[in-house]
């Protein structure tokens, strides 16, 4: 069976590499004359952030405040183990 393989690979490689080198199409070439345009140049823009605004009073002053959450285990520990 890999003999087979190998010979059909063998062929398909001999006669798949005579026909990669052909010669262009006409057409082909005479597209790529007529299509050659000049790029039109821009001027590049600079990249810039947008302006951040300065934080209010109140919201500085809120920041020293946290606020915690007892969030209860939806599974408890022992659960995510395996038992074997």
């Given at each position: 069976?890999?003999?087979l393989l190998l010979l059909?690979?063998?062929l398909s490689a001999l006669?798949?590499?005579a026909s990669a080198?052909?010669?262009p199409?006409?057409?082909h070439a005479a597209a790529g004359?007529?299509?050659s345009v000049q790029a039109e140049v821009r001027a590049a823009r600079a990249a810039s952030r947008p302006q951040q605004r300065v934080p209010r009073l109140a919201a500085?002053?809120?920041l020293g405040t946290t606020t915690v959450l007892a969030l209860p285990a939806v599974e408890p520990l022992?659960?995510?183990r395996r038992r074997e």
């Amino acid at each position: 069976m890999n003999l087979l393989l190998l010979l059909s690979a063998l062929l398909s490689a001999l006669t798949g590499g005579a026909s990669a080198v052909r010669a262009p199409v006409a057409a082909h070439a005479a597209a790529g004359i007529v299509a050659s345009v000049q790029a039109e140049v821009r001027a590049a823009r600079a990249a810039s952030r947008p302006q951040q605004r300065v934080p209010r009073l109140a919201a500085l002053a809120d920041l020293g405040t946290t606020t915690v959450l007892a969030l209860p285990a939806v599974e408890p520990l022992f659960a995510s183990r395996r038992r074997e």
